[in-house]
């Protein structure tokens, strides 16, 4: 079966984290005089031993970024990169206390990565991440840029940062705000803690997906709440190896989920700083994790169905994934007929 060939949604997807080494190297040669970085010290922000190590790699690359346009730039080329590898809708997470961090202006920013956004192929969608651990004001100020801009591209707000640090128990209020908007707000959690922190993240957002999630695999009675409630979770499985979230040795928990019946789909996470791409991801799951087509089938109709965008492209979407998957597994036809995307807007066509 040939991967690229077949359309893919990517649920779980930094555009911050997709800075490859090249692109770093080009965006530091462009720094004045004397505020250059050597290739030791880009080499090391690919390198990472654990979450918080692998967060202030993060930083260090999103510091390389000078303007709002590049990160436009930066998108343009993901985008072109999505395209190439048969992803045909992708929600992107973004994160404007990262970038007012390291100097950029957050709505500048934020809108002209809408406006480079807007056309194009694959059609991507954002979600605002917000930086859980660090102050209340920038938090709700992501918030807010995220509602503001409901409608324009962006279709969720995000946690992400260091779980261990600030739980779900501490965004009560948050969470509140965005039931009042019907706004839904889709945390990163059982990363970097355990299943009772799963469990607290449904329970403070009743949030539509969960990033990673994986370590719900500790209990069989969040699993089944999980299939009940049809939460998605977006599994980044080298991402999980990378941070350490899954420790050397021991099996990733994606065929527990899986068996479960929970919703999931895969997802790259930071796919430069993980060195990964989403059919790698698709391939692992094949080659280690015994899932045959019909499973990754079944998983990306699912990453369709658990799609942000509104009803009637969502469907549009669910269809569109679901017919090239079966054309494209059809038996004794050298991985079936190869079939195009065109998210050109308000539908996927085969063409
Ligand atoms: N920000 C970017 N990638 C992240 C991850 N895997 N976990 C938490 N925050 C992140
Ligand atoms: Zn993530």
Redesign the pocket.
Do not use: I, K, Y
């Given at each position: 079966m040939n991967l690229l060939v077949l359309p893919k949604v990517e649920l779980h997807l930094?555009l911050?984290?997709c800075i490859s080494p090249a692109e770093a190297r080009m965006l530091a040669d462009r720094r004045p005089a004397g505020q250059g970085i050597g290739p030791s010290d880009l080499a090391a922000c690919y390198r990472h031993r654990s979450?918080k190590e692998?967060?202030v790699h993060?930083g260090r690359l999103v510091d390389l970024l000078a303007n709002p346009s590049d990160l436009a730039w930066l998108f343009a080329r993901v985008r072109g990169r999505l395209r190439r590898q048969g992803v045909v809708y992708a929600e992107l997470?973004v994160?404007p206390s990262v970038w007012e961090r390291h100097g950029l202006p957050t709505e500048e920013t934020l809108d002209a990565l809408l406006d480079a956004a807007r056309a194009g192929v694959p059609r991507c969608s954002f979600i605002i991440?917000g930086?859980r651990q660090w102050d209340r004001r920038s938090l709700i100020r992501d918030f807010e840029l995220a509602l503001g801009r409901r409608g324009r591209g962006v279709v969720a707000f995000g946690l992400?940062?260091?779980?261990a640090a600030a739980p779900s128990s501490l965004f009560q209020e948050l969470a509140q705000e965005a039931r009042k908007h019907s706004f839904p707000i889709i945390p990163?959690a059982g990363?970097?803690l355990g299943a009772d922190e799963v469990a607290s993240a449904l329970d403070v957002f009743d949030p539509p997906r969960i990033?990673?999630g994986i370590r719900a695999a500790e209990s069989p009675a969040l699993l089944k709440e999980l299939a009940r409630r049809g939460t998605h979770l977006e599994v980044?499985p080298t991402?999980n190896r990378r941070?350490g979230?899954v420790p050397r040795g021991k099996r990733h928990p994606l065929a527990q989920l899986w068996a479960a019946g929970v919703s999931l789909s895969l997802g790259t996470?930071?796919p430069a700083?993980f060195r990964t791409t989403l059919s790698r991801e698709l391939q692992w799951a094949s080659r280690r994790m015994g899932w045959g087509p019909q499973d990754l089938a079944r998983s990306q109709e699912l990453a369709a169905r658990a799609s942000l965008l509104p009803p009637a492209e969502r469907e549009s979407l669910e269809r569109f994934v679901s017919a090239g998957w079966s054309a494209g597994a059809l038996p004794g036809e050298g991985g079936g007929p190869t079939i195009r995307s065109r998210g050109d807007g308000a539908c996927w066509t085969r063409v």
């Open positions: 930094h911050e984290g979450l692998f967060l993060f997470r994160s991440d930086v992400g940062g260091d779980e990163h990363e970097g990033g990673h980044c991402s941070t979230a996470d930071d700083l």
